[in-house]
């Protein structure tokens, strides 16, 4: 999966007739390590609040030429036609085929299979002040999801970090995971994988569910927004990721009744340390891992913390979803089954990437040992 980034926030640039709204922008993968080798046909808009375009229904075009090693493009919208701006956000997104703004359509499945060719993520920029010409506040962008629940339409609003830091955007298997859990009504016609045990745990009529390491919080959000009966969900994860974790969370963000909102929480949970006594009390039903297992030096510490929430509910399913980066990521799997985690089943997700080699997401259900029987197939 390839995503558009900001890396100069758009802001108004210019005098006069000249003034035009500006940015640089990116396309990268999650780890930011490889730039979009591909050529791309964008688009770059400004929108008001409604999402209504000032600039005419088209924006503007400009093509990203990867297949000659571009890495950043600068774009700028003339404001000619424009006489008064308030409050206004760029809106760049990949035109055709490669367009994402949907969970959908980062399977690939429903109206728009476009995804098989491999998807690149739209990205919104955070307010314009018209009057001073700079963004309101700095250094975060949003992605915005729509996705067909219970014969309606939701929109999982997640803002992230432009910057580098790893624990404030959002990753291919979280990503993935999200889009999968939000499509599970409709993937029946799809060949994208069945995991009955997860979706039976995912039925249950209240659901206590913690998420380790959630970074923005793309995985919990969508389940809040998705599942009809989550009774908690807690998401957790470094100090660095606690603001970001209280802006998707917020009600205005979440844009759900009270009552659903309430239903979600973050705290800090550092896997190198015991657990905050409210989480060790606590009987999880379920516990949401996901690009959470590519440091094989912290793997030691994630499988502890799951060992001591599974303690707390010797019945509850961990679910972990990855993208192996790495042979070393797989020590990951002999530490959970020395912790005496077994594997009750497993999906592919394919995840292929535009101009690249395709890659995978797999997703894996752990029990705890109880009574569920393995499945030897599915071990790794
Ligand atoms: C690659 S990010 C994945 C974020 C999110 N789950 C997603 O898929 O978008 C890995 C996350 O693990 C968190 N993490 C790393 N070490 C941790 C630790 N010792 N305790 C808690 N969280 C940790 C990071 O802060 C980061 O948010």
Redesign the pocket.
């Known amino acids: 999966m390839y995503y558009i980034r900001f890396l100069k926030s758009p802001r108004i640039i210019g005098r006069g007739n000249e003034k035009a709204f500006g940015a640089k922008i990116t396309i990268t993968t999650d780890l930011g390590e490889s730039f979009l080798a591909a050529d791309l046909g964008i688009c770059v808009d400004v929108v008001e609040e409604d999402g209504e375009s000032i600039l005419g229904p088209a924006g503007r075009e400009y093509v990203w030429k990867g297949r000659e090693g571009m890495r950043s493009l600068e774009v700028s919208l003339p404001m000619r036609k424009v006489r008064k701006v308030e409050r206004v956000r760029m809106v760049v997104a990949a035109k055709g085929e490669a367009y994402v703004d949907s969970f959908e359509s980062v399977l690939g499945i429903g109206e728009k299979k476009e995804g098989i060719l491999g998807g690149v993520v739209t990205v919104r920029s955070m307010e314009i002040d018209g009057y001073t010409g700079y963004p309101i506040g700095t250094g975060l962008a949003e992605r915005v999801f729509s996705s067909s629940i219970r014969n309606g339409l939701t929109e999982i609003h997640i803002w992230e970090e432009t910057g580098e830091s790893?624990?404030?955007?959002?990753?291919?298997?979280?990503?993935v995971?999200s889009s999968y859990i939000a499509s599970l009504p409709h993937i029946t016609d799809s060949p994208l994988p069945r995991l009955p045990i997860l979706e039976s745990a995912l039925s249950s009529p209240s659901l206590n569910i913690l998420?380790?390491?959630?970074?923005?919080g793309?995985?919990g959000i969508t389940i809040l927004h998705t599942l009809p009966s989550p009774t908690h969900i807690l998401l957790?994860?470094?100090p660095?990721?606690t603001e970001i974790l209280s802006r998707n969370t917020s009600a205005p963000v979440l844009d759900l009744s009270p009552s659903t909102t309430s239903k979600i929480s973050h705290q800090v949970?550092?896997?190198?340390l015991p657990l905050p006594s409210n989480v060790a009390a606590t009987k999880w039903d379920i516990v949401f891992?996901?690009?959470?297992t590519?440091?094989p030096d912290?793997v030691p510490?994630?499988v502890k913390?799951l060992g001591r929430v599974a303690d707390g509910n010797r019945e509850g399913k961990v679910v972990v979803?990855m993208k192996v980066r790495h042979e070393s990521e797989l020590v990951f799997f002999d530490l959970m089954k020395e912790r005496g985690f077994v594997v009750n089943e497993k999906g592919i997700v394919p995840l292929p990437v535009l101009g690249g080699e395709d890659q995978e997401i797999e997703v894996f259900v752990f029990g705890c040992g109880g009574e569920v029987p393995i499945l030897q197939k599915t071990l790794r």
């Open positions: 790893i624990a404030r955007h959002v990753w291919d298997a979280g990503l995971l998420e380790l390491g959630a970074g923005c793309i995985v957790t994860d470094l660095e990721a949970l550092d896997w190198s891992v996901a690009d959470c590519y440091n912290v510490d994630l913390t979803a």
